[in-house]
């Protein structure tokens, strides 16, 4: 059995949290922002998890589905889209031999996905996402940032610890060279979320007054003094040419 996927199953075996929260926002904004308007759009999430994003996407009138090889994050993702009255499809796949439609979708994407996969597995997940997606359409990977300090320093305490949850996690510099072995046109890369960055300094005892200070200092600064501060993920955005 997958090693990491005994991972999931056992994280979403666990009570599933869909209150919305400022990542989640900061990941549909971007979203968003990288096409003209989701409502009517094909949009697929590949190795969803809660599938928080979906539904709120899903709310908006996106068409959207889901891919997950857990069975149990999509059980609870399908409840979580009952109980809001909405509609998605919902894929029981392994996004390494995506079973869905070619060329079906608008955007494609995934948000703290790539990082549990090796260089190799990388390449053909992106390359199975842009086999999903219509020419001309986008891909959107979300990756935990290398350069990113407060979740670093958390997941190494954490891992050090043995209080590390989330299996095999490399964060990325750049994509770049795994979406040109793919074939995707990297259009390009920016960091999001240093904030919620902060979350992972949680892994460490008694460290909530050191948050609130940086927290607090980091909002006093302009925006040209957060540029140097990079956030918790990297956005990297890609076109499938035709």
């Known amino acids: 059995m997958d ?15 869909y209150q919305w929260d ?20 094909g949009i697929l999430e590949a190795g969803s998890g809660t599938g928080k994003i ?10 959207v589905t889901l891919v997950d090889y857990s069975e149990k994050a999509l059980e609870n993702s399908q409840l979580a889209f009952r109980k809001a009255s909405c ?25 703290g996905v790539l990082e549990h996969f090796n260089f190799d597995e990388k390449v053909i997940i992106l390359k ?13 990977i979300m990756t935990p940032y290398s350069k990113c300090l407060p979740y670093r320093v958390g997941k190494a305490y954490a891992e050090k610890h043995g209080t590390w949850m989330y299996g ?10 795994e979406f040109a072995q793919s074939g995707i046109t ?3 890369e920016r960091d999001i979320g ?35 501060f990079p956030g918790y993920l990297l956005v990297s955005v890609g076109r499938v040419e035709k």
Not at 54 to 63: F, I, V
Not at 168 to 177: H, R
Request: charged share 25%; aromatic share 8%; proline share 2%.
């Open 3 to 17: 090693k990491q996927k005994a991972v999931w199953d056992r994280l979403w075996s666990q009570e599933v949290s």
């Open 22 to 41: 400022t990542l989640s926002q900061a990941i549909f904004e971007t979203i968003c922002s990288s096409i003209d308007g989701v409502q009517g759009k």
């Open 54 to 63: 979906s539904l709120k996407l899903a709310m908006e009138n996106a068409n």
């Open 87 to 111: 509609e998605g499809e919902f894929v029981l796949s392994d996004i390494r031999r995506l079973q869905t439609v070619e060329k079906h979708y608008d955007l494609t994407w995934n948000a």
């Open 128 to 140: 199975e996402m842009a086999r999903a997606t219509k020419e001309g359409g986008t891909i959107i």
């Open 168 to 177: 095999i996690e490399e964060p990325v510099t750049s994509l770049k060279e």
């Open 186 to 188: 990297l259009l390009s």
């Open 194 to 228: 240093f904030v919620n960055s902060l979350d992972f300094l949680d892994f460490i005892p008694n460290v909530q007054p050191l948050k609130d200070k940086i927290h607090e200092w980091y909002t006093e600064l302009t925006e040209s003094e957060k540029s140097a």
